[in-house]
């Protein structure tokens, strides 16, 4: 079964706080991505990891940074949470150019 | 860079009815692009919908259609008659060219009337 798994799937953090965002995936796939939604501004690419600690910077890097020490596994970290990182965050994982399979997303809420 | 448009944030359309949701995308960096469609449903993660691959090919999926229009750069979403379990968020994209990641549209949510 071809999954990707996020946890939490929901949670609030106060302004400051550090924030673990962590993704699995079952099918051994090379290429994992984290992305965040915000309403009309579609998917935006925080970083791409290529494999094991082989990660790289997307459009909107800052404020975040990733980790990826098991093919499976790949973490988004934010340092000290600010207000405007509040969104959905989504990891997706992807062999090639086939399809791009998608977690079920974190809510991730900062007052 | 490339991109993706999709003009509308929201649609709603009664059951039964046509749907058309559009997208055009930009591309520097290959002629011909992959393209794709995605759906969200609530409470889940994005799957993929539908994909094309050749330029000019029409793909299909659960009633839904895109034809990759290379001139025009447009790869529009129809469906002949909509029904309630469409209601979704429906995401257009372009696929991943060399090291860089696929992109995405904002996304079109999809209301359905019944």
């Known amino acids: 079964d071809m999954k990707v798994t996020q946890m939490p799937r929901y949670l609030i953090k106060r302004m400051g706080e550090n924030v673990l965002l962590e993704c699995g995936q079952d099918?051994?796939?090379?290429?994992m991505y984290w992305y965040r939604q915000d309403p009309g501004l579609g998917l935006q690419l925080i970083y791409i990891?290529?494999?094991?600690?082989?990660?790289s910077e997307g459009d909107i890097p800052k404020g975040y940074r990733v980790s990826r020490k098991k093919r499976e596994h790949f973490s988004l970290i934010l340092d000290s949470a600010k207000t405007n990182q509040t969104s959905v965050y989504f990891c997706?994982?992807?062999?090639?150019?086939?399809?791009?399979?998608f977690g079920k997303g974190t809510r991730l809420t900062v007052v | 860079g490339d991109s993706v448009t999709q003009t509308e944030g929201q649609v709603t359309v009664s059951e039964s009815k046509s749907l058309i949701i559009n997208c055009t995308y930009s591309?520097?960096?290959?002629?011909?692009?992959?393209l794709f469609w995605y759906v969200r449903y609530p409470g889940e993660g994005l799957q993929l919908l539908l994909k094309v691959i050749t330029a000019g090919q029409k793909g299909s999926s659960r009633g839904f259609e895109a034809t990759y229009n290379k001139e025009t750069t447009s790869f529009h979403l129809q469906k002949a008659s909509v029904q309630e379990s469409d209601s979704a968020v429906y995401y257009c994209a372009l696929g991943r060219n060399n090291n860089n990641a696929p992109r995405f549209g904002a996304g079109t949510k999809l209301t359905v009337k019944p």
């Open positions: 997706a994982t992807q062999q090639g150019n086939t399809e791009v399979f």
């Open positions: 099918m051994s796939h090379e290429t």
């Open positions: 990891s290529y494999d094991v600690d082989s990660n």
């Open positions: 591309t520097t960096s290959i002629a011909y692009p992959n």
